[in-house]
């Protein structure tokens, strides 16, 4: 069993920045860990994702704004937000997936929450006009 704990959410204006930190309870041989998120009114959305290699990919709706990376020291990872807009409100979650598959696998399943074991319980982004 891994819990994993998201915190860094916070209320900003639009164009402000945030990092959202996703810390793991163990450490995980080989994985990919995912940042979701559920704008109001919407269903639950996959954004990013990294694997161990440190290998990132990213939705349209945020490439190019969002960054991830992780620690491997700290056995962290984060989601560095810039140029945030009122429509990245929401709750953001991060979510783990136990075994070798790549970055690939999981943009090409359209970031799926179905292809991830675990989940931390969200932490709320809030984008002001």
């Known amino acids: 069993q891994v819990t994993l704990v998201e915190s860094g959410g916070d209320s900003v204006q639009t164009g402000g920045s945030l990092t959202l930190s996703c810390t793991p309870s163990?450490?995980?041989?080989?994985?990919?860990v995912g940042w979701f998120r559920q704008r109001p009114g919407k269903s639950r959305e996959g954004i990013a994702v990294i694997d161990t290699d440190g290998s990132t990919a990213y939705a349209d709706t945020v490439r190019g704004r969002f960054i991830m990376s992780q620690d491997n020291a700290k056995n962290m990872m984060y989601l560095q937000m810039t140029n945030l807009k009122p429509e990245d409100s929401g709750t953001y979650y991060c979510?783990?997936?136990?075994?070798?598959?790549?970055?690939?696998?999981?943009?090409?399943?359209?970031?799926?929450?179905?292809?991830?074991?675990?989940w931390g319980q969200g932490t709320q982004v809030t984008v002001s006009p």
């Open positions: 163990r450490e995980i041989d080989r994985y990919c």
């Open positions: 979510a783990l997936r136990k075994g070798a598959d790549s970055v690939v696998y999981i943009a090409n399943r359209g970031f799926s929450e179905r292809e991830f074991h675990y």
